[in-house]
């Protein structure tokens, strides 16, 4: 049934869904990879497409920007539209000094000083892991296609203009690799729903050399990732 954030209908949203920030970036992977292609949403232009990618259904929506933008979604889409899995492809700073410019990260966990847990659930935890069996999965299609995977613990803020001096400031047993905005509510609301969730994110600025893609670069570079997600599925 349609939610105030979704309109989609009844069965038209399939069990797995990938989340892309933008929701720009949702309809361009909905346009190049996938086929027999339908509109289900476009409730404050967060454009949803189901289709099918090599026979498998799937459905491809946008999250918008920070952790309750993509909570609201996650928990509309795993409660009332019966989603099993979300994996959330974005993009994100790199803090580790080994990450490079477009290297792919696999988030085990995510920290943050967000009070999204607590608000939704009353949790105080800080510390979300990924769905264990679905990054499994992940890591091993990314070995069958050859896509070199970097693994770790990232911080997810809620200001992106100070993300460097968060990450100097989370606990430094977590060894943070890098930040991005949206993991650590994705992760409460699949645990608070029994679902399962993944990140996949991609570097596009250094925090060690400053280095960053532009916004074109970023397009191009975002496809390694996208394709690894859904040959995931």
């Known amino acids: 049934m349609p939610t105030p954030h979704i309109e989609a209908k009844?069965?038209?949203?399939?069990?797995?869904?990938?989340?892309?920030?933008?929701?720009?970036?949702?309809?361009?992977?909905?346009?190049?990879?996938?086929?027999?292609?339908?509109?289900i949403n476009i409730v404050r232009n967060m454009n949803g497409y189901t289709g099918y990618y090599k026979?498998?259904?799937?459905?491809?929506?946008?999250?918008?920007?920070g952790i309750p933008s993509i909570g609201i979604y996650a928990y509309e889409l795993y409660k009332?539209?019966?989603?099993?899995?979300?994996?959330?492809?974005?993009?994100?700073?790199?803090?580790a000094p080994s990450l490079n410019i477009y290297d792919i990260i696999l988030v085990d966990n995510s920290y943050s000083e967000s009070s999204f847990a607590?608000?939704?659930?009353?949790?105080?935890?800080?510390?979300?892991?990924?769905?264990?069996t679905l990054n499994r999965q992940i890591e091993e299609t990314s070995k069958k296609l050859g896509t070199?995977?970097?693994?770790?613990t990232i911080l997810t803020s809620d200001a992106f203009y100070n993300e460097e001096n968060q990450l100097k400031n989370a606990p430094k047993e977590l060894n943070c690799i890098a930040a991005e905005m949206e993991a650590f509510g994705?992760?409460?609301?699949?645990?608070?729903?029994?679902?399962?969730?993944?990140?996949?994110?991609?570097?596009?600025?250094?925090f060690v050399t400053n280095e960053s893609a532009s916004s074109i670069e970023?397009?191009?570079?975002?496809?390694?990732?996208?394709?690894?997600?859904?040959?995931?599925i």
């Open 10 to 39: 009844e069965g038209t949203i399939a069990e797995v869904v990938l989340m892309p920030g933008d929701p720009l970036r949702a309809k361009f992977i909905a346009e190049k990879y996938l086929e027999n292609v339908e509109l």
């Open 55 to 65: 026979n498998k259904r799937v459905t491809v929506m946008g999250s918008g920007i």
């Open 80 to 95: 009332f539209y019966d989603v099993k899995k979300i994996i959330r492809i974005g993009s994100c700073g790199g803090y």
């Open 118 to 132: 607590y608000a939704l659930s009353g949790s105080k935890e800080n510390v979300i892991g990924a769905s264990k």
């Open 148 to 152: 070199n995977l970097y693994r770790g």
């Open 186 to 206: 994705l992760f409460h609301v699949a645990n608070v729903l029994n679902k399962e969730a993944s990140c996949l994110v991609t570097v596009v600025k250094s």
């Open 218 to 232: 970023r397009e191009k570079s975002l496809v390694q990732m996208i394709e690894l997600a859904l040959e995931s």
